[in-house]
């Protein structure tokens, strides 16, 4: 069968690096997608791919319940790259033997290459690789040869060459290995021989296509938040069907200040999209009146959203499709290798499926990881003051006032908000940190001010550095940055008399506060 792109699968053990390995694959043009570990052969055959990259993971393959693929993969004729846990399991099932390590081997480590390899081109004779492994391979299969060692680890890679099967013991796809991009793009493109043909212009192109065809004369819906997913989903969509396409802004009062406004200004000036605002503030504040816990905040929220958002989309004759901005992170089937994970936070996202409309879904960017949903954004018009936005939660404010929610608690958050924002954008730090914002504590504490007592609410400052969201650490902003932000707060809203620093990283804490 002709194949239209080159394409690579990447088998999911259960590795925190897995997504990492795949957005480094796309950054080389070549399209690539993860499938859990058990996934049925078939499934596996069937996406034809041109190489098959076994992830690493927490596991250890003589565990009980490790995760394992069925031997019968590796009859399929195309190159392999397993990496850590991927390579242990295949020197397991190889007919290898992996055994528990005296000590683990966890960070920097030298890699001496013993043996020429094609994966290795380009790499110099020593190299500096990032490892992180409890087992070791303490008998490689039949018919493979060790290429490279590590002081405490005789087989930190292993190839068979006529197999077309190489195995790491390090991760090539973090930043501490130096040559791991280009063992990756070796295994890419000497191996596995694919093409660099993963072109976003292409993506935007045959998308557009896709859905003008999908669509076919029908009306399609979307609910703008504001943020980058479900602008770029609209404004691809828009460029398909034009103004069949219907979106909908819901302004629930827990924007920040001048939100509403200037995101609906770029909406229908720079994107030309046939967008409703919908304000609902007053019914959502109605709704939150005495509510403490963040949960309950988030569910009210959620619930709210979707039913204004039913009814405006039943205003709307004959509409058939939702458009919604998933992104593929979030429809890769997570590997739990480790059971049920407890439930942090009930993350929604604006835009959760209405079901009552009975619509069929458009999901545009469903293939795309986030940085390349941001150049498709760039490349489509969407301004940067959405491209570049930093991520902003769909209860908003509500759950950055810890406790109640109010009028007068949002206002002055919003100011203190607008400050933090402006002090941040100033220092040239507004797009270096993944998150920085208030939150407002209403907890009295005692202050002092023009030889007066006080005795007000205290405002927290968070800031933290992140690549996803899902681990963070707080930014180490200047004092200065800190000091102007710390007096202007307090000078210029009524009601906070202390402002502190979060200087807590991502776990322990989450980064919201709610
Ligand atoms: P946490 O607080 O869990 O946040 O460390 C991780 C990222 O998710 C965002 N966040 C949310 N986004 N609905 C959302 O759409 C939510 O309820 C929600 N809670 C947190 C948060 O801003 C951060 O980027």
């Not at 409890?134 to 490689?140: L, N, T």
Request: hydrophobic letters at 40%; a positive charge.
């Amino acid at each position: 069968m002709k194949k239209s792109r080159s394409k690579i699968l990447i088998i999911d053990f259960g590795s925190q690096y897995t997504q990492l390995i795949a957005r480094k694959i796309r950054e080389s043009k070549v399209y690539c997608e993860i499938y859990p570990f058990n996934s049925p052969l078939d499934k596996i055959k069937d996406f034809n791919a041109d190489g098959i990259i076994l992830s690493g993971g927490p596991s250890s393959v003589y565990d009980k319940d490790a995760p394992v693929v069925s031997k019968e993969i590796f009859k399929l004729e195309v190159p392999f790259l397993g990496i850590c846990y991927g390579m242990q399991i295949m020197a397991h099932l190889l007919g290898g033997e992996v055994m528990p390590a005296k000590n683990r081997e966890y960070g920097h480590s030298n890699l001496k290459i013993i043996k020429e390899s094609k994966l290795f081109k380009g790499c110099g004779k020593s190299s500096r690789v990032w490892m992180s492994h409890g087992d070791i391979i303490v008998k490689i299969p039949h018919s493979f040869t060790v290429t490279a060692q590590t002081e405490t680890c005789d087989a930190a890679s292993f190839e068979s060459r006529e197999k077309k099967m190489y195995g790491l013991q390090f991760h090539p796809e973090v930043i501490h290995t130096a040559c791991g991009t280009t063992i990756l793009n070796n295994f890419l493109f000497d191996i596995a021989k694919v093409k660099g043909d993963w072109e976003l212009n292409d993506f935007i192109s045959g998308k557009v296509g896709e859905i003008k065809e999908a669509v076919s004369g029908k009306m399609a819906i979307c609910a703008l938040s504001g943020g980058v997913d479900s602008t770029v989903a609209a404004v691809l969509t828009n460029l398909a069907i034009k103004d069949r396409l219907k979106c909908i802004f819901v302004d629930n009062g827990l924007l920040r200040e001048t939100e509403a406004n200037s995101v609906m200004k770029y909406y229908r000036e720079n994107l030309n999209l046939h967008v409703k605002l919908v304000n609902a503030s007053g019914l959502f504040l109605k709704e939150l009146k005495g509510v403490a816990d963040p949960e309950r905040k988030r569910k009210i929220i959620g619930k709210l959203f979707i039913k204004i958002f039913e009814k405006e989309a039943e205003k709307i004759k004959g509409v058939n499709f939702l458009v919604q901005g998933t992104l593929y992170p979030d429809v890769i089937e997570s590997v739990k290798v480790f059971g049920a994970s407890s439930i942090i936070k009930s993350h929604h996202n604006v835009g959760g499926l209405p079901k009552k409309l009975n619509l069929k879904l458009i999901e545009p960017l469903r293939e795309l990881f986030k940085d390349e949903v941001r150049i498709i954004g760039k490349n489509i018009g969407v301004p940067d003051e959405i491209i570049k936005r930093q991520p902003f939660p769909g209860p908003g404010l509500a759950i950055r006032i810890i406790g109640e929610v109010d009028k007068r608690r949002l206002d002055v958050l919003r100011k203190a908000d607008a400050i933090v924002t402006e002090e941040i954008k100033k220092a040239g730090l507004y797009d270096k940190v993944w998150q920085s914002f208030p939150v407002l504590v209403p907890v009295k504490t005692v202050g002092v001010m023009g030889d007066k007592r006080s005795y007000e609410s205290l405002i927290a400052l968070r800031a933290v550095t992140s690549a996803d969201g899902m681990t963070a650490d707080f930014a180490k902003l200047d004092y200065d940055i800190l000091r102007t932000c710390s007096s202007r707060i307090i000078s210029e809203i009524k009601g906070i008399n202390r402002v502190v620093y979060d200087i807590t990283s991502k776990p322990p804490s989450t980064i919201e506060w709610e």
